[in-house]
């Protein structure tokens, strides 16, 4: 089985300053990492994902993700927030094994992002 | 767990042949979405809808069309199919307001030849 955990509802940054979104995920075998944004009226929105390779993965609009395999989280971070970055953001976790669990992502329960001026 | 169906989970079809996915949900969802996935990769959205005669485009050009004449009803078309449309395509929906989790279907994988 496959499962996500995003920690907090809510995450509250002002803006310029460094922003994280936590994930820790579950997997039977190696993980593709994924991370959305969701704005207000919109679908999901991909932002960047790790598949192998370099922990550290660079995304769209100055975000960026660690991969570390021990502690088993995928945290998404920004050194600069800014208040339009404020949305809603979804984790995602599927084994390597394309067969496994019919190829699906599971999805984190979301966490909203406000960036204050 | 959710209501949302997708039907046929597996196609596989000629080129050029006219298909249509089709997705229902019965939790009387506002908004409902479809996304493209290729194997090992991330979804991008093709369409929504925020409610009945309500669709946009998404972030992934597509070549699909989609209607929302009924709130339960998303059906995707595909007016000729060819060899680069070969994905899985997932449908989802939320209800919008302060629940904004996506609940998802459990995809058509379509493979044209």
Known sequence: ?117 | EADIYQTPRYLVIGTGKKITLECSQTMGHDKMYWYQQDPGMELHLIHYSYGVNSTEKGDLSSESTVSRIRTEHFPLTLESARPSHTSQYLCASSSGGSELRQYFGPGTRLTVT
């Open chain 1, 1 to 117: 089985a496959q499962s996500v955990a995003q920690p907090e509802d809510q995450v509250n940054v002002a803006e310029g300053n460094p922003l994280t979104v936590k994930c820790t995920y579950s997997v039977s075998g190696n993980p593709y990492l994924f991370w959305y944004v969701q704005y207000p009226n919109r679908g999901l929105q991909f932002l960047l994902k790790y598949i192998t390779g370099d922990n550290l993965v660079k995304g769209s609009y100055g975000f960026e993700a660690e991969f570390n395999k021990s502690q088993t989280s995928f945290h998404l971070k920004k050194p600069s927030a800014l208040v339009s970055d404020s949305a809603l953001y979804f984790c995602a976790v599927r084994d390597i094994k394309v067969w496994t669990n019919a190829g699906k992502s599971t999805f984190g329960d979301g966490t909203t992002l406000t960036v204050k001026p």
